[in-house]
């Protein structure tokens, strides 16, 4: 049986298909430490191997924050050492989730900072409520981003714009963040938990392993020169001729009826 909780810092609910994973650290404003670490490993692991989960929402408790960065407090403990180790723990919980194989949204509900971009970052979509705000703060306590911020806001949103966030330690309203591709959408916040669920219900409608292979697809192939990503797409394509899903979506297309996908 996948391990779907109980935890501790998360809830986390399933429901047709779309699991929700809330971040739940509410006098932190939801802040990450080594505990919420270990549960994010521990949830994501679990619904990696959950075949009837097609797609996932992760967001924050309450209406103010997504997630506040890293716990503050532990940090302001380590020495060098511990540091980087943390940094690439945290690193490798946030790689779990980008490579999961089942598209991620993010419902930014407020304030996404420093660990709490770089969670989203981690996420496939990013959708945001109109108060949220979002930035990489870390310049502010002497620290840079250590959680993938440097590298992946950088390929989001290009180089300036990342290194503005990133040097200023700024935070940016949702508005901004959807004018520069930060997030994709912006709602109110009375309709966020809505449109995300809405998003992540469409895509958990579509093939799960087109779905998987798309997502290596294009992560693969974001670093690498065009001609191999564009190889890497050209043997992904192939791998879904392979499936059965494939052979039921082109049928269903002829049939003028709608698909049944079983992720085979
Ligand atoms: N860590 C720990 N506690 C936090 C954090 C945090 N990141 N953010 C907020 N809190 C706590 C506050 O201390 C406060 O606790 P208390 O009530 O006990 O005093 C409570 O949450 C509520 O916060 P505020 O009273 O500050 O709420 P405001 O509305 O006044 O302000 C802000 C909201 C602007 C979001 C403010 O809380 C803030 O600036 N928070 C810190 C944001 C920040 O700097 N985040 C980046 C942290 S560094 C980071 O993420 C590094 C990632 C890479 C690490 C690599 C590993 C080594």
């Known amino acids: 049986m996948p391990d779907h909780g109980p935890f501790e810092n998360l809830h986390l609910a399933v429901s047709e298909g779309v699991a929700t994973v809330t971040v739940t650290r509410p006098k932190a404003l939801n802040a990450l ?23 996932i929402v992760v967001t924050g408790s309450g209406d103010k924050a997504f997630v506040a960065g890293a716990d503050i407090v532990e940090l302001a403990e380590l020495g060098p050492e511990a ?21 991620v949204v993010a419902a930014v509900n407020g304030f996404a900072l420093g660990g709490g971009l770089e969670l989203a970052l ?25 959680y993938g911020g440097t590298q992946r806001l950088a390929r989001l949103v ?16 949702a508005a901004a963040a959807e004018r520069c ?7 109110p916040q009375a309709e966020l938990a809505a449109t995300a669920m809405k998003i992540a219900r469409r895509i958990a409608s579509r093939g799960p392993v087109a779905l998987r292979l798309a997502m290596t697809a294009v992560l693969d192939g974001v670093g690498a020169p065009l001609e191999a990503g564009l190889a890497r797409e050209a043997d992904l394509f192939g791998q879904c001729f392979a499936t059965d899903d494939m052979r039921e979506g082109t049928r ?7 698909p049944t996908y079983r992720g085979t």
């Open 252 to 258: 269903a297309f002829l049939e003028k009826r709608k």
């Open 122 to 146: 981690a996420c496939h979509v990013r959708v945001a409520s109109d108060n949220a705000r979002l930035g990489l703060p870390e310049v502010t306590l002497a620290l840079i981003p250590g």
């Open 181 to 187: 591709g930060l997030v994709s959408r912006v709602v």
């Open 33 to 55: 430490n080594a505990a919420v670490f270990d549960e994010l490993e521990r949830a994501f692991t679990g619904l990696r191997e959950d075949a009837e989960v097609r797609a």
């Open 158 to 173: 290009g180089v300036g714009r990342a290194l503005e966030m990133v040097l200023t330690g700024d935070m940016i309203d």
């Open 83 to 103: 540091a980087q180790a943390t940094s690439a723990r945290g690193q490798g919980v946030f790689n779990l989730i980008e490579r999961c194989g089942k598209p």
